[in-house]
């Protein structure tokens, strides 16, 4: 008996180690909470590798092209990664789209741009925001309105109109109505800070009034200085609209000989394209348009590379993600 009943205890003692060994296995792959578990980390990083994957692919591509040279572009084994580094495609694209001119034009427009939004669609969305004054509702209303109204139909009027002033083939329809945060992107960033500025305490305003501080100098002196998060993500949303922005450009400055860096894109397009139709394709074409394209892109990388901590940060702050 005493034997039979030492062997019951040691199969109860061998079940209860098996099924805490199992906890803690089950701990480890799935987690106390579905999310602290192995199987849901390892799903999360698959997820993120292929959406990575397909945006980090054209770059690859763009960077492995623009850098082969005619050796490397004409061996089928050559896919990736060349057996040798070739300058002469971003040499080419660089006198194709006249870049310094072009770079310095775009800089200054984006530049330009992205300044006078970060003013003036703050100063809106403050208002809209903390300010209480006749057709307030009504006024919010419209320009909701602008932001579902495509900009192709407003273009003619906007065409007939800069051209009584005299300003067709100028920087300066696209500079000017930024100073008064025309059309969709105007819209988006209103209220970006009026999503911004409704989430900061009002003790912050009365204590300003209590100092005999009125709405500018609340806006300048307090809220202005607090809500760098709202302006860095306004700044560089602005600044990369208007970097790649091909179609007002187009509309406005079609005869200009100074275009920025999107124009130069399409017209050096244009001119690969009118030369292979005279003397047949190259297998230089490809390359010298990935190296403009990267020409292009490369200070918006870089830019965004630099203040990438602050921008994920002004993303939370201001809400867009809600």
């Known amino acids: 008996m005493k034997t039979i009943w030492r062997d019951m205890r040691n199969v109860r003692m061998d079940s209860a180690t098996l099924l805490h060994g199992l906890g803690i296995l089950k701990r480890f792959f799935l987690g106390k909470e579905i999310n602290k578990g192995l199987i849901f980390r390892l799903f999360m990083y698959l997820v993120l590798i292929d959406v990575a994957f397909i945006y980090i692919k054209p770059i690859i591509y763009m960077v492995s092209t623009m850098i ?19 300058t002469g495609h971003l040499q080419e694209a660089l006198r194709l789209l006249k870049y310094s001119q072009a770079f310095t034009i775009s800089m200054t427009v984006s ?15 403050y208002a809209f925001a903390r300010l209480e004054f006749p057709l307030k509702k009504t006024l919010f209303v419209c320009l909701i309105f602008t932001f579902v109204m495509p900009p192709q139909a407003t273009i003619l009027p906007s065409i007939l109109l800069f051209k009584q002033l005299g300003w067709i083939n100028t920087y300066l329809p696209l500079i000017i109505p930024a100073f008064f945060g025309h059309g969709l992107k105007g819209t988006l960033f209103v209220i970006i800070f009026r999503q911004f500025f409704g989430t900061l305490p009002k003790e912050l305003e009365e204590a300003s009034k209590i100092d005999g501080a009125g709405p500018f100098r609340i806006f300048f002196r307090v809220m202005l200085p607090i809500s760098t998060s709202a302006i860095i993500v306004v700044f560089l949303f602005s600044f990369v609209w208007s970097w790649n922005d091909f179609y007002y450009p187009s509309m406005y400055m079609f005869a200009s000989k100074e275009v920025p860096l999107s124009i130069s894109l399409s017209q050096m397009a244009v001119s690969l394209s009118s030369e292979a139709e005279q003397s047949g394709p190259s297998i230089f074409a ?5 190296a403009a394209s990267f020409l292009i892109i490369m200070p918006v990388l870089i830019v965004y590379t630099f203040t990438q901590r602050w921008f994920v940060e002004g993303v939370e702050r201001t809400g867009i993600v809600e």
């Open 286 to 290: 490809e390359p010298i348009k990935m």
């Open 111 to 125: 530049l330009s741009i992205a300044v006078l939004q970060v003013i003036t669609c703050a100063i809106a969305g």
């Open 68 to 86: 082969k040279d005619s050796a490397n572009l004409l061996d089928p084994s050559v896919i990736w990664v060349p057996r040798s580094f070739y």
